[in-house]
């Protein structure tokens, strides 16, 4: 396997992070010393560590399926997010993160999620926020996206909404909640540099979110105690407290699902309406299908939005394009071997020592011309779609931003729910689109990634 030279420790390399995250280059850099390289896994000293960095479709399967057993989250990731999220389905492994698999299922079932009054609930609050900002003749979609997400979020999880749309930034919830990602975010990128800066800040989010969160589930338990009858609606609070009475337990679920349900949904949301608003062609080809299969301003339902065809290729092509979570890390439980990348021409297994980081990249798979030809930069939905020529690309374990294996996301179905509904009501609702800013995309990677301009545009 390659090994890339870094500087001693690999501090540098680390310093080298801090420097090209700032300037909004991390995922480029990184896709294009694979490019310069002509491999597809090397291994360079990172922070003291020698890290494999792959961006083999089969090694990622052979960590995230095959050998799952063999593989855990990484200890950057774990030690950075506990701080915020305790010991909850996104800092744990093995018979714990099993545990907090099962309770979260049942908040994901088909009836759950084919909730479509709450969205149109959402998606309200969300055209009267735009329209109270349109005579400033531009709204930042991004940030409308934001509060829209937590509030569903908060609504699907605890049964009430923080109202973070109608609030703004006077709702600290929204604010805080987004303070401390951004913090984690960093801490899990740079390891322990980060605690120098805006620790007292993140301490103070922390303290308002616990104690937020804490009010609903105390009242909860409460409520149960009491005997009082649940609301026939199944929330992840309520089904929580039937298996646990302990505040701390429960409040880590819910924060870990939190940071899972809002800022993914809506970076997907702004990363494509950044796309839409430079893009008229994609938005008549929607707005001719919206037309074509649903009557005119008829809210879709759970059913219509699935045959949405088009709309689901658009989608696909945000996630491969611009992916919500571009890079992820594993770390090997015992000493084991990858597939490929060792031998001279890199396709003989590569031994990994046990602990040894292996960091992928679905923003670099995702733009690989073997797979996705020649046009692999420009955004072309169309690849996904079934024709009488033949068939969509299907591009297996080259594609994933909702990874795969056991680990793989929960709220898939969800998300694509819920960014359908809205995409589909802004549609019904204006009839034009303009863009007020030309910027291209850039990375802002806290969480997840999102366009760091947002979605700005004017909307009629
Ligand atoms: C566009 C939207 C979304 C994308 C791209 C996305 C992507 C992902 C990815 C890549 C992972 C794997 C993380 C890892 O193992 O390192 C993941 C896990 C997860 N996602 Fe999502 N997600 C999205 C929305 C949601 C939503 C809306 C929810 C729930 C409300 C959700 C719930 C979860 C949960 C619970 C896990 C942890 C699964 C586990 O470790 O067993 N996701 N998601």
């Known amino acids: 396997m390659p090994v890339r030279e870094g500087s001693l420790f690999g501090l540098g390399t680390i310093l080298k992070v801090v420097k090209i995250s700032k300037a909004s280059r991390l995922l480029e850099a990184n896709f294009s010393r694979f490019q310069k390289m002509q491999t597809k896994t ?16 089969e090694n990622v399967r052979a960590m995230l399926v095959t050998q799952f057993d063999s593989w855990e989250l990484s200890a950057l990731r774990k030690t950075a997010y506990t701080r915020l999220l305790g010991h909850g389905i996104f800092t744990t492994d093995g018979d714990a993160w099993k545990h907090s698999r099962a309770m979260l299922k049942p908040s994901f079932t088909r009836g759950e999620i084919g909730n479509v009054e709450m969205l149109e609930r959402h ?30 979020a908060t609504e699907y999880l605890f049964g009430e909404p923080t109202e973070s749309l109608e609030r703004g930034v006077e709702d600290g ?42 009010r609903y589930v105390r009242r909860t338990l409460e409520d149960a105690k009491d005997g009082a009858k649940f609301p026939s609606r199944h929330t992840f609070l309520h089904e929580l407290s039937r298996q646990t009475n302990d505040v701390v337990r429960i409040r880590t679920e819910l924060l ?22 430079h893009r008229p062609d994609i938005v008549a080809r929607l707005r001719k299908e919206i037309a074509s299969d649903l009557p005119p ?8 939005l699935k045959n949405l065809t ?9 996630l491969r394009l611009h992916p919500v979570i571009p890079l992820n890390t594993r770390e090997a439980t015992v000493p084991t071997t990858l597939p490929k990348g ?15 980081p292996v960091i992928y990249s679905s923003y670099a798979m995702q733009r690989d011309k073997n797979v996705f030809g020649d046009d692999a930069e420009e955004f072309h939905p169309e690849r996904w779609l079934d024709t009488d020529e033949g068939k969509g690309i299907r591009p297996g374990f080259s594609y994933m931003p909702f990874n795969a294996g056991p680990r793989i996301c929960l709220g898939q179905q969800l998300a ?45």
């Open 123 to 152: 998606s309200e609050s969300l055209i009267k926020a735009i329209r109270l900002q349109q005579d400033q003749n531009s709204v930042d979609l991004g940030d409308l996206f934001f509060r829209m997400t937590t509030d569903f």
């Open 310 to 318: 088009y709309l689901s290729a658009v989608f696909k092509e945000s």
């Open 297 to 304: 301003q008829k809210r879709p339902t759970f059913e219509e």
């Open 342 to 356: 060792g031998g001279p021409d890199g396709t003989q297994p590569v031994f990994v020592a046990k602990g040894q």
């Open 256 to 277: 870990n699902i939190l940071i899972a349900g809002r800022d993914t949904t809506a970076s997907l949301l702004t990363n494509t309406w950044h796309v839409l608003s």
């Open 173 to 214: 919830f929204c604010e805080a909640f987004s303070g401390g990602l951004k913090y984690i975010g960093k801490l899990s990128r740079v390891g322990r540099l980060g605690l120098f800066f805006g620790r007292t800040k993140f301490q103070a989010e922390r303290r308002y979110l616990y104690n937020f969160i804490d």
């Open 416 to 460: 694509l729910m819920e960014a359908s509904y809205v995409t589909v009501r802004l549609l019904q609702e204006f009839e034009s689109i303009e863009a007020r800013d030309n910027r291209p995309w850039t990375e802002e990677i806290g969480v997840t990634c999102v366009n760091k301009y947002g979605a700005k545009v004017a909307l009629a």
């Open 42 to 57: 090397f291994s360079m000293m990172t922070n003291g560590q020698s890290v494999i960095y792959t961006i083999d479709p």
